[in-house]
């Protein structure tokens, strides 16, 4: 069948992809270590279960309002406050189904053809095809670990021309785990705010964030130049819920209503149950953030000092989400000449699922999750060194 050029041109996920070959080898009986996941390894907290099987028990299982349960929309708009002492309306949240849907909306909803949209990179998997299937131009600003792969202000002035429209910002970032000061952020926000580039935050990771600053968020810019910013979150990573499928975006009341004509002609509402856990998890407390956080704090110091012990591997101190992303690029050789070829090896012959960091936009790294127990952590870093005799 002959499909739409649109989509014969998109490439699948390749994090989703390497999970999926780790998972099938796994399942034929293969030893396999995965440091390819994107999500916390821990379970979702029993209260935010607890109200999800409250509302089926309670038959709230039918359609609800399109952008989301008015209380839950209220919610969310309550998190920016509680975290952030940043206030916004309900009116000015939209609950999508995961923050990947939200972004997926908004810019099918703010860009046009031919607009040109800045993305640092290093960036995640999906920014760029989402872009192109908005009609818009990915431009790739790239970044340095010798930087900690983020964008300075010349990096920025050089590739802004009359056609850019929007920036995407991830911090703390997937796959590299960099995270931008306030200072750092404040300076690329006015530089939005002078050259009306409007500022897409990706903030999914937000409370994952490990230096001594904290969790930092433009929400602050948005609730004074709310349609300079756009700030997207989601239940996701903060409360262990990747697939309950609960995102959210902050933004000035005008695009969430086109927003939610855009969900309303395509997916409707998430799912009634999800966003009852939702609420949950964002009303009911966050004290599970902390042990949560902490773990992942300590994996990280774990992956980082086992890393920098490898000879010729370059690998900033990643500050946020649950990624580490070394270049590696001076152990390629022979067939194993790139970071494809060398994690499809890994996982074949070494037992190891990590994933390219061509996937992302670089070449020469590796993206290692360390949502994983430290001991797998430990053992899968180990294989990978005994694989390269490091
Ligand atoms: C940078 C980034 N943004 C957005 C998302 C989307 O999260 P979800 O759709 O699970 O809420 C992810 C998930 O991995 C991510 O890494």
């Known amino acids: 069948m002959d499909i739409a050029e649109r989509v014969a041109r998109l490439k699948p996920s390749a994090t989703l992809s390497i999970n999926a070959r780790a998972l099938e080898l796994s399942a034929r009986g293969k030893d396999i270590l995965s440091l390819s996941v994107g999500e916390p390894d821990f379970p979702t907290p029993e209260h935010i279960c607890a109200a999800a099987k409250e509302a089926i028990d309670a038959g709230f299982t039918r359609y609800t309002p399109v952008p989301g349960l008015p209380e839950l929309r ?20 939209i609950i999508s189904n995961g923050g990947k849907h939200s972004l ?15 993305l640092p990179s290093p960036c995640w998997v999906s920014y760029p095809p989402m872009v192109e299937l908005a009609g818009a131009k990915p431009v790739m600003i790239p970044t340095l670990p010798e930087n900690c792969f983020k964008i300075s202000l010349l990096d920025l002035q050089h590739s802004l021309t009359p056609k850019t429209r929007m920036l995407i910002l991830n911090s703390p970032s997937n796959p590299t785990g960099s995270c931008y000061t306030r200072a750092e952020l404040d300076a690329v926000a006015a530089w939005g705010l002078a050259n009306s580039v409007i500022i897409v935050s990706d903030e999914i990771y937000d409370r994952l964030a490990y230096s001594p600053e904290g969790p930092q968020s433009l929400s602050p810019w948005w609730e004074k130049h709310p349609e300079n910013f756009v700030i997207v979150n989601g239940v996701a990573k903060t409360f262990a819920m990747t697939g309950w499928r609960i995102g ?14 855009l969900q309303g ?13 939702a609420l949950a998890a964002l009303t ?15 994996r990280r110091d774990l992956a980082l000092d086992i890393i920098s012990s490898w000879p010729d ?11 580490i992303f070394p270049d590696m690029h001076r152990h390629y050789r ?8 060398l994690c499809a090896a890994l996982l074949d012959e070494a037992g190891v699922a990590v994933v390219p960091g061509a996937a992302f ?23 990978i060194a005994r694989f390269l005799r490091l």
């Open 313 to 323: 591997v370059l690998c900033p101190q990643p500050e946020g989400a649950f990624y």
């Open 284 to 298: 009911q407390g966050y004290s599970h953030l902390g042990i949560m956080c902490r773990a992942f704090r300590e």
């Open 361 to 383: 936009g670089d070449d020469h790294c590796l993206r290692i999750s360390y949502a994983v127990a430290p001991a797998v952590l430990e053992q899968a870093l180990a294989r």
């Open 265 to 277: 002609q395509s997916t409707s509402n998430a799912s009634s149950v999800s966003q009852k856990a």
């Open 248 to 261: 959210y975006t902050l933004a000035d009341a005008g695009l969430i209503a086109a927003m939610s004509r």
């Open 334 to 341: 022979g067939a194993l000449a790139d970071s494809t070829s």
């Open 74 to 93: 209220a919610a969310a708009a309550g998190y920016f406050r509680h975290f952030y002492s940043v206030h916004a309306a309900a009116e000015n949240i």
């Open 104 to 118: 997926y909306l908004l810019f099918q909803t703010l860009l046009n053809p031919g607009d040109h949209v800045l």
